[in-house]
Every structure is written in C-alpha cells, then in structure tokens.
C-alpha cells in the first residue's frame, strides 16, 4: 500500500514539472528601439538600455505587471530613420510588443511616431528632444519622458541672459530639424529676455562631424558676444578635442544643453573639457537628494562602470512609468493605458514627474550652469546650477500647443 501511494506521489511531482513550464506567466513584452552603435550609441543607446535593463529586473524581481515578468526586444536603429522604422515594424508585427521605447534622433523618433500612430501602438521618446514629436506632431499615441528643446531653449536662454546678456549670438548645430528647431527655441526666449539681440553668424555641419577645425577658426573671427550651440553626443567631445589646442575655451564664451551632460563629461580630463562653457544637464544626480536617486544611481554606476545621464535615468523611469499606468488600467489594453497616463504624476531620480494629458509630455526638470573642476570629482561638470521652478517653465502651455497643432494643418 505504501509503495502505491510513494508511486502516486511521485507521479504527481513529476506530472507539476512537466505541466509548469505551460502554465508560466506569458511575459509582456517591449521594444527598447535606440541608436547602439558607434560613437552616438556608446554615448546614449548603451547607458539607456543598461537602466532600462535594471528596471526590468527590479520589477520582475518584485512580481512583475499584473503577475506577468517584463521581457525588453532591442534594437539598434544604427541612426538611420529608415532603419528604424523597419525595426519598428518588425518589433510590432512580429514581436508583438506592447509598447516601443528609446531613440537618440529626433528625425528617426517622428518617424517611428508616425508609423507606430498608424498601427495603434504606444511609443514613449525617452532622449529625442525636437519640441515636435509631442508639440505640432504630437497625437494619442506618443508620449515623452525626458525634456525637449524648448525646455532647452529656454533654460539656456535665461541663463545666458543672467550670466553675459550680450546681444551678438552666433549660432552653430546639427544641420537637421533638431538643430535648427533649437536655434529658433532660444532666439525667440532669448530676444524676448535682450531686446535687439540677433544672430551675427551660423554653421550647420553634418551629423557626425569629427574634424570642427574650420568651424571653430571662423568662430574665433567673428566678434560674437557668445555662442549658442546644439551640437550634442560625440560632436561635443569632438568639437571639445579639436577646440582646446586653440584655447577656445578660454577665449570664447558659449552655451549648449548638452555641455552639461554627464555622457559626454564623464569620459574627459583636465587636458581637454568644455572650461567655462554654460551647460544643462537633465540629471544631475550630484545635485539630487531624493530617495529614488540615492538608491538608483550607485546601483546604476556599480552594475555598469558608467556615469548615469539622462538616456539611463529616462530609461529606467518609462519602465516604472509603464508598469503603474498598466497597473492602474488592469489590463494590457492600449487605449486604457493611455488613459492611465494621462495626468499621471510618476517617480522618477530627478524626482515627481507629471504627464501633461494635452501633449503627453512629462515635465522633467532642466538645470543649467558653467562646466568647471571642483574638488569633489575627478571629471568636469555643471556648478552653480540652476533650473526653471516650476519645471512647466521651460515647456510651451497646452494653449501653445493647441494653437501650433492648428497651425500645421
């Protein structure tokens, strides 16, 4: 008798092990669609998959959504729109993502924007910064959780007017909408702040940029009062690199959002940084002291080896963003989910973030101040900062929104 029940007992162990792998939780899957490649992706695609992926451990650690464990699909747009929209595609039609996430371009982010509008599905920009995705191209489908160029704009703007106001800008950026959306975002603030300001000169040199040799010397000539530059990602330590045997720093005054951020600083020395040059910076965690940020950053920098910036630190937020709004809607839905974020107030590192519901953009704070070597780290960064309070400052009202939708059909 006791050998028939032993039997039965083991019949049934072995009948849960082979039944369990059926009944595992279906994962939810995701799309983590980004620049990976090159010089651009070293700087932005890796860091921010890297908090994306901490984010998905930590919560399937915890239980997971609705009982189900995260599962990220990346991709490398390798910085071409058309690549990305076939990845895109891909990730949608055959991978069935719930949702898409990333991208460092400004032009490939509109452009997935655009295609996965058509195909119903939610896409979050969590580095692509053209003031359009979410303002004049914005639609139900598209949300941003990071800063855009007019927040930008005017952060840098206010602070070049506090710190030089001169009235003789010369302008230099990316020669693509990014760039030129950029220079009309911090004219317009800045001639509203120093009446009879006006741009005296302009240079738009191709993305990926290495030698800025002949952009710098006609700089250096002009008699500008100061500069204002977009340039971003590798082209600020290559323009750094070719810039400081000149001693341009020393001789030039200039302001660049992206001079402040922790993905290009953290890789340069005392040989050759952007001394003096007034940049902004979207997280400046040695300026942070809040409860998601004091656990959050040294975990970052102790699985990775990297400096957290803002690619790592949007990343790592959107996951926790989508898990409460799916949360909240109880289901995969997409519609409800939308409908959960919309006015969502998140956490986040830089700390609460609301999405606006008139253009789903989330007003993440921007903090600007010069570049400079202080005691405390062996690595230049912003001192001094400062950030527009409240952050909704530096974002266009949902009138101006509004009134801009109208205006492009």
């Known amino acids: 008798m006791k050998k028939i029940v032993l039997i039965g007992f083991i019949a049934l162990i072995l009948s849960f092990f082979s039944i369990a792998p059926t009944q595992a939780a279906e994962p939810i899957k995701f799309g983590f ?7 651009v992706g070293q700087v932005y695609g890796v860091p921010d998959q890297a908090g994306v992926k901490i984010a998905v451990e930590e919560i399937n650690k915890a239980g997971g959504v609705l ?13 071409k729109a058309e690549v990305g929209v076939r990845e895109a595609k891909d990730l949608i039609l055959n991978q069935k993502v719930h949702w898409i996430q990333g991208i460092v371009s400004s032009g490939i982010a509109l452009a997935v924007s655009a295609y996965c509008k058509t195909q119903k599905v939610i896409f979050i920009d969590t580095v692509a910064q053209s ?26 703007a206010n ?17 693509y909408e990014y760039g030129h959306r950029c220079k009309k975002d911090f004219m317009k603030t800045y001639t509203g702040l120093v009446p009879g300001a006006e741009v005296v000169g302009e240079l738009w040199p ?27 990602g590798g082209e600020v330590l290559s323009f750094t690199k ?33 001394k003096g040059v007034l940049g902004g910076s979207h997280y400046p965690w040695w300026l942070l002291d809040n409860p998601i940020n004091n656990v959050y950053y040294p975990k970052f920098k102790k699985v990775t080896g990297m400096d957290a910036g803002l690619a790592a630190a949007s990343g790592y937020t959107t996951v926790y963003a989508m898990k409460k709004a799916i949360e909240k809607a109880g289901s995969l839905d997409t519609e409800k989910i939308i409908d959960a974020l919309e006015g969502m107030v998140i956490d986040s590192p830089v700390g609460p973030l609301k999405i606006r519901a008139c253009d789903h953009q989330a007003m993440w704070p921007f903090w600007v101040g010069p570049v400079a070597f202080t005691k405390e780290f062996s690595w230049p960064h912003i001192t001094d900062a400062v950030a527009m309070d409240p952050p909704d400052k530096g974002y266009r009202t949902c009138s101006e929104i509004e009134a801009a939708r109208k205006a492009q059909k």
């Open 242 to 274: 070719t810039a400081w045997p000149f001693g341009y720093f020393d001789r030039v005054k200039m302001a660049g959002q992206d001079w402040g951020n922790m993905e290009g600083l953290s890789k340069m020395t005392r040989k050759a940084y952007p």
């Open 67 to 79: 009982g189900r464990p995260l599962e990220m699909i990346s991709r490398d747009d390798k910085l």
């Open 206 to 232: 191709k993305l990926g940029t290495k030698d800025f040799t002949p952009y710098i010397t006609k700089i250096m000539s002009s008699n500008a009062d100061f500069v204002y530059t977009s340039l971003w």
């Open 159 to 175: 602070a070049a007017a506090k710190f030089w106001g001169g009235k003789k800008v010369f302008i230099i950026g990316p020669d």
């Open 131 to 156: 003031a359009a995705t979410t303002g004049e191209k914005g639609h139900r489908y598209v949300f941003r959780i990071t800063t855009n160029t007019t927040n930008y704009a005017r952060s840098i």
């Open 33 to 39: 669609l980004h620049t990976l490649s090159g010089g």
